[in-house]
């Protein structure tokens, strides 16, 4: 039941879309989405900082005012 699953999965795209890009990023090696760092996008790279900028952030905040070494009032 299951031997042919990651066969199959690897013969058809998910998307149709999906196809297209496949088609287009294999002819030129040097498009701009082969620059593409971890297959982010600046605009998502710069969300994903700025949430783990918040997130020390807040961690940091609790582990303070769980210390004791900042207080609310």
């Known amino acids: 039941m299951f031997d042919n699953l990651r066969e199959q999965a690897n013969s058809t795209p998910f998307y149709e879309d999906e196809a297209q890009f496949q088609s ?9 989405t082969s620059s593409r760092f971890l297959g982010m996008s600046p605009i998502q790279r710069f969300v994903i900082s700025v949430m783990l900028m ?10 303070l005012l769980v ?3 900042f207080g609310l009032f």
């Open 54 to 63: 918040i997130m020390v952030c807040a961690i940091g905040a609790m582990f």
């Open 67 to 69: 210390t004791g070494k």
């Open 24 to 32: 287009v990023e294999g002819t030129n090696p040097t498009s701009p």
